[in-house]
């Protein structure tokens, strides 16, 4: 039954961690913060889909500082040419961070309790010489959690 399918499949996500169900970096669909909001660009921005879209700064796709909703963008002006870190600095959603080793469980819990239902999920990378850093890897949402709950398969014997 589905509810069988939903029961199992919300006992299995214990098992497993952020890194199993994000979405990866090369795949995020993610903006400088130097992007001019004309017509063009909204447009494109718009014809991704996506509704939350990660924001960068200095160039950096590590130096993630920002999330541009795109129904920020209904009541621009496009002949404004506002930059996407001015509409952001206007709007300010806030930014959270997971490390990829967060057991699902965890997060489900934090994107209850929170507003935001995306999380940056960064990774710590470590150096023989230097101190350790952290790299982002990937972008997960409650999206993801709930897709992992109800694609649990169970097999009768
Ligand atoms: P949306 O409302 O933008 O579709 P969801 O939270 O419903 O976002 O997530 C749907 C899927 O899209 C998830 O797998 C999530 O990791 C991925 N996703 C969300 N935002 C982005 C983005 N900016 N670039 C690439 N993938 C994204």
Same mark, same amino acid.
């Not at 098992?15 to 992007?35: G, H, R, S, Y």
């Given at each position: 039954s589905n509810e069988m399918r939903i029961a199992v499949g919300a006992l299995e996500?214990?098992?497993? @961690? *952020?890194?199993?169900?994000? &979405?990866?970096? /090369?795949?995020?669909?993610?903006?400088?913060?130097?992007? %001019?909001?004309?017509?063009?660009?909204?447009?494109? @921005? *718009?014809?991704?889909?996506? &509704?939350?879209? /990660?924001?960068?700064?200095?160039?950096?796709?590590?130096? %993630?500082?920002d999330l541009l909703f795109v129904k920020d963008l209904a009541l621009l002006d496009p002949d404004d040419n506002f930059t996407v870190k001015t509409v952001c600095g206007y709007h300010k959603h806030p930014v959270k961070f997971v490390m990829n080793d967060t057991p699902l469980p965890h997060l489900l819990e934090a994107f209850k309790k929170g507003e935001g239902h995306l999380a940056m999920v960064k990774k710590l990378i470590s150096n023989d010489d230097k101190d350790p850093s952290y790299e982002l890897v990937g972008v997960v949402t409650l999206e993801d959690i709930v897709e992992e709950i109800l694609q649990a398969e169970i097999f009768d014997e």
């Open positions: 996500i214990a098992d497993k @961690i *952020v890194e199993n169900v994000m &979405t990866k970096l /090369p795949d995020v669909f993610m903006l400088p913060d130097t992007t %001019v909001l004309n017509a063009k660009t909204v447009m494109e @921005i *718009v014809k991704m889909g996506y &509704t939350r879209i /990660p924001v960068y700064t200095n160039g950096d796709k590590n130096n %993630v500082t």
